[in-house]
């Protein structure tokens, strides 16, 4: 069984409840999945866990949330080559840049040497009912390219 690591930041709920609804999809799969606020969380605990999760909200024009600035410069310490990651968030299309930090988070992952299992989940605001299988799904996929992209 897989152990995922799923670290988020939310400031209205809609990326808590998208981060929940991918850890049902890793349970569903047969994984544990483990969630942690960012501000709860220090990156070095990535190294306990098989494949790694990173949640945002986009904040302003398509910037990271401050909550992730510091978490941010403590992974630049880690060597995650190898390791399987995802991103995934809720924006506002209203903005010039939609998802914005969802794109940085996975930017960084790339950069650190993670490997990106899928291409990102973006969602506008909180999840519609279509949406939150879109989520599980999620989740459940993750778990699926664990034994292909590590």
Same mark, same amino acid.
């Given at each position: 069984?897989?152990?995922?690591?799923?670290? $988020?930041?939310?400031?209205?709920?809609? =990326?808590?409840?998208?981060?929940?609804?991918?850890?049902?999809?890793? /349970?569903?799969?047969?994984?544990?999945?483990?969630?942690?606020?960012?501000? !709860?969380?220090?990156?070095?605990?990535?190294?306990? &866990?098989?494949?790694?999760?990173? +949640?945002? &909200?986009?904040?302003?024009? +398509?910037?990271?949330?401050?909550?992730?600035?510091?978490?941010?410069?403590?992974?630049?310490?880690?060597?995650?080559? +190898? /390791? =399987?990651?995802?991103?995934?968030?809720?924006?506002? =299309? +209203? &903005? /010039?840049? &939609?998802?914005?930090?969802? !794109?940085?988070?996975?930017?960084?992952?790339?950069?650190?040497?993670?490997?990106?299992?899928?291409?990102?989940?973006?969602?506008? $605001?909180?999840?519609?009912?279509?949406?939150?299988?879109?989520? /599980?799904?999620?989740?459940?996929?993750?778990?699926?390219?664990?034994?292909?992209? =590590?």
């Amino acid at each position: 069984m897989s152990k995922v690591l799923i670290v $988020y930041a939310s400031l209205t709920g809609n =990326t808590e409840e998208i981060a929940e609804l991918i850890a049902e999809g890793i /349970r569903a799969a047969g994984s544990e999945a483990v969630l942690k606020m960012v501000e !709860d969380c220090n990156a070095a605990e990535f190294l306990n &866990y098989d494949a790694l999760m990173l +949640g945002a &909200y986009t904040w302003g024009d +398509g910037e990271l949330p401050d909550e992730f600035i510091d978490f941010i410069e403590e992974m630049e310490e880690l060597d995650l080559k +190898g /390791r =399987t990651a995802a991103a995934f968030g809720s924006g506002d =299309t +209203g &903005y /010039r840049i &939609y998802c914005g930090a969802v !794109d940085q988070l996975e930017s960084k992952l790339e950069e650190l040497g993670a490997v990106l299992a899928q291409p990102s989940l973006k969602i506008e $605001y909180g999840p519609n009912q279509e949406e939150k299988g879109l989520c /599980r799904e999620f989740g459940v996929m993750f778990i699926q390219s664990l034994g292909v992209a =590590t």
